[in-house]
């Protein structure tokens, strides 16, 4: 297999080095200290570049059908009625394959043929520049077209992925539906508790973690209301949200909204979090290992909340999160602009010779 790589870097790099020339003469939005962004000399310009240029062909799907959840129905209808798509796949930088959530690995393998026998765009890439949704954990057993689609196409995942579906700088999080109806924390942090942690269902299902909490003053423990208003003052009123890495970090966007700074708790790296390639994780979230138990825990969130560090983390994570909100129909810089921020970021695909050794069927 050989890559064309270096031609596409050296154009990459013209590209940085053009944006940030005709950049440096305007000020810059936010002062750097305070910007959530990895790169915030690249972010608005490339942001507004996307906003211009980028282009999606989309297939017709076989019959109608509906995805299966709010997020990948709500991506998928944005897009459709988004300026992003195109008639003229000629003119396209990415091409998007939709399928129903549920179908097999052998239709979806049919559909796969399908586009590569009727258009010239699939072979040009063997899918690198394909995009799908897929919101279930993957199936492993597939022909050539099953894997490519896999291993080549960019797939957009909901945030968490299930285990072992995300592959890391070719896969994009989906952060869940989620609209905010009150505005964002911008208040200096007032906070009575040092964590929140979510309760879910009924004690005796709890986490030794939450286990161990409960009863300690410095937390508090307690489920999600369901007035959205008590819980963005219940946010508001802790430090720290502490999750557990697993389903209910899906609510970090909340999180971040609401003033609370996200403590991610696990002992393997993640890879999926949402907008990992545009916004600064590292300095708008702590993460801590579960090995220490509650003990350690308090003791890192102890430190973190401790000196000016905390105040920053804090305002970049109320900066970041109208990253999270999802508009209908969407607005600048929501979620759904971001999603297509990260796919515009992944448009220069690897191009690939076709291996002779692969069969085709
Ligand atoms: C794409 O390549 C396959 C062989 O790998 C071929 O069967 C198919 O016809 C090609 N598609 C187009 C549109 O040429
Ligand atoms: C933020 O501060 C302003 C002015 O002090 C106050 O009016 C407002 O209610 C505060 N907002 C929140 C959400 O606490
Ligand atoms: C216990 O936890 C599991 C997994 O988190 C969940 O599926 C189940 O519904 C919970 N049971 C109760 C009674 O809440």
Not at 198 to 223: M, Y
């Amino acid at each position: 297999m050989s890559i064309n790589f270096s031609f596409s870097l050296f154009f990459l790099s013209l590209i940085t080095l053009f944006t940030s020339v005709s950049v440096l003469s305007e000020p810059l939005p936010l002062p750097d200290l305070l910007s959530p962004y990895l790169s915030p000399v690249k972010f608005f310009p490339n942001y507004e570049a996307m906003v211009n240029r980028l282009k999606i062909f989309i297939y017709k799907p076989n019959a109608a059908f509906a995805y299966e959840s709010p997020t990948e129905s709500l991506f998928y209808t944005s897009l459709r009625s988004s300026p992003f798509t195109t008639e003229d796949g000629e003119q396209a930088h990415l091409y998007f394959v939709p399928f129903p959530s549920d179908l097999r690995p052998n239709s979806l393998s049919r559909v796969v043929r399908g586009i590569r026998n009727d258009f010239p765009y699939w072979n040009r890439t063997l899918g690198a520049d394909h995009v799908f949704i897929s919101c279930r954990s993957g199936a492993t057993a597939g022909d050539r077209n099953f894997l490519e689609l896999q291993k080549n196409a960019i797939q957009l995942s909901c945030f968490p992925a299930p285990a072992g579906n995300f592959i890391p700088h070719k896969d994009v999080s989906l952060p869940p539906v989620s609209t905010f109806d009150a505005p964002p924390q911008e208040n200096a942090s007032s906070a009575r508790f040092l964590g929140y942690l979510r309760r879910d269902g009924s004690e005796s299902n709890e986490s030794v973690l939450a286990k161990q909490l409960t009863g300690d003053p410095d937390f508090l423990i307690a489920a999600e209301p369901v007035d959205q208003g008590v819980y963005a003052e219940r946010l508001s009123s802790s430090k720290f949200c502490l999750f557990e890495y697993g389903a209910d970090v899906s609510r970090i966007g909340k999180a971040l909204r609401f003033g609370c700074v996200p403590a991610v708790i696990t002992d393997r790296p993640i890879q999926d979090l949402p907008f990992m390639d545009v916004l600064k994780w590292q300095e708008m979230a702590v993460f801590v290992g579960a090995g220490g138990g509650a003990k350690e825990l308090k003791l890192a969130l102890s430190r973190a909340s401790s000196g000016d560090g905390y105040e920053r983390m804090r305002r970049l994570g109320v900066a970041a999160s109208k990253h999270f909100v999802w508009h209908k129909p969407p607005e600048p810089y929501d979620c759904f602009n971001t999603l297509m921020y990260q796919l515009w970021l992944r448009r220069f695909a690897i191009r690939y010779v076709l291996r002779d050794d692969l069969s085709v069927d």
